[in-house]
């Protein structure tokens, strides 16, 4: 079992910048990929960033490709999401989540263990 929590969230101002943390418990996650996925409201949750096991991959959705940056510390069980250059459409509940099974990674049906998210609002 993995317990993930993220924090970091709240409310900003367009142009604004924040940073989310997922800290994982339970298991190591040092061996697994990881991702941030978002769901606004009455949107299906969307494929945000992905991260390979060690930190040497990354993936991004177009729509924050250029202003996201995800990582990883794995000595401390840790990934996060630096968000820049924040705008409205970004608004969203942020989730992180472990790679588990044999599927395209920007799906969910790939990821194995869920945090409950964190709020992130972006005024105009």
């Known amino acids: 079992q993995v317990q993930l929590v993220e924090s970091g969230g709240g409310l900003v101002q367009a142009g604004g910048s924040l940073r989310l943390s997922c800290a994982a418990s339970g298991r190591a996650i040092s061996n697994k990929a990881m991702g941030w996925f978002r769901q606004a409201p009455g949107k299906e949750r969307e494929f945000v960033a992905a991260i390979s096991w060690n930190g040497g991959g990354t993936l991004y959705a177009d729509s924050v490709e250029g202003r996201f940056t995800i990582s990883r510390d794995n000595a401390k069980n840790t990934v996060a999401l630096q968000m820049n250059s924040l705008k409205p459409e970004d608004t969203a509940v942020y989730y992180c989540?472990?790679?588990?099974?044999?599927?395209?990674?920007?799906?969910?049906?790939?990821?194995?263990?869920w945090g409950q998210g964190t709020q992130v609002t972006v005024s105009s």
């Open positions: 989540a472990t790679r588990g099974f044999p599927a395209p990674i920007r799906t969910e049906s790939g990821y194995s263990y």
